[in-house]
């Protein structure tokens, strides 16, 4: 059974600096791992997706990474800002034609003023 | 553009009562649909996916249940509920190319409180 680990679990940064949220899944016969974004109360958002073939994705100032040998997948985001303030969630899907995903429980992060 | 529509948006029932959950999908057709629950802290946990009108499939035990009435409808049902039903349920879709860049994208969620 695939476990999707995200730590830590909470984050606090000053606004401008960069963040790194870490996941890592323990078994590496993924298909894709998606980065997602959920505000308090919402539902989520997906930021970026890497196939199992990529090694990383970019969106604006959002890079992932994905290390699928070690079970691992980083999410760097540039330049914090108040309005990154949520928490990230990370999954992971297997080759299947259902397409179910195993979601890690999240980072949540604040960025301070 | 495809939307997903899930309502309500929060919902305070006793223990015993009945649950409807509904969540609609626009724009696309013979989406697999799902249906995840959120426990405060912990991770999504999938309960019931659809791969089309009638098919359901339930990953763990519950005391719940899941239909499929039509293509771009999931309802999520309870005949009596449990205060460990307690929880914030969301609707998935996702349209199944064959490729590896086949993206989740979620409803905005039901906050469930059973008191």
């Known amino acids: 059974k695939q476990e999707v680990t995200q730590i830590p679990a909470a984050l606090s940064v000053p606004e401008g600096e960069n963040l790194v949220l870490n996941c890592s899944f323990t078994d590496s016969a993924i298909y894709n791992l998606q980065w997602f974004r959920q505000d308090p109360g919402k539902g989520l958002t997906s930021l970026l997706l890497?196939?199992?073939?990529?090694r990383e994705q970019t969106s604006g100032r959002l890079n992932a990474s994905l290390d699928k040998s070690s079970g691992r997948s980083t999410l760097y985001i540039a330049a914090s800002q108040p309005g990154d303030s949520a928490t990230y969630l990370c999954?992971?899907?297997?080759?299947?034609?259902?397409?179910?995903?195993?979601f890690g429980a999240g980072t949540t992060v604040t960025v301070r003023a | 553009s495809q939307t997903i529509h899930q309502w309500p948006a929060t919902l305070v029932q006793p223990v015993g009562s009945p649950l409807s959950l509904e969540c609609t999908v626009e724009g696309t057709s013979n989406p697999n649909l799902y249906w995840y629950r959120q426990a405060a802290g912990r991770g999504l946990q999938l309960l019931f996916y659809?791969?089309?009108?009638?098919?359901i499939s339930s990953e763990v035990p519950q005391n719940l249940s899941a239909s499929r009435p039509q293509d771009r409808q999931f309802i999520l049902s309870s005949k009596k509920l449990l205060l460990s039903d307690s929880g914030f349920y969301l609707c998935?879709?996702?349209?199944?190319?064959?490729?590896?860049?086949?993206?989740?994208?979620f409803g905005s969620g039901t906050q469930l409180s059973v008191l």
């Open positions: 890497i196939q199992s073939s990529q």
């Open positions: 659809s791969v089309g009108i009638g098919q």
């Open positions: 998935a879709w996702t349209f199944l190319s064959g490729g590896p860049n086949e993206k989740l994208f």
């Open positions: 999954a992971v899907s297997r080759r299947s034609n259902d397409y179910k995903l195993s």
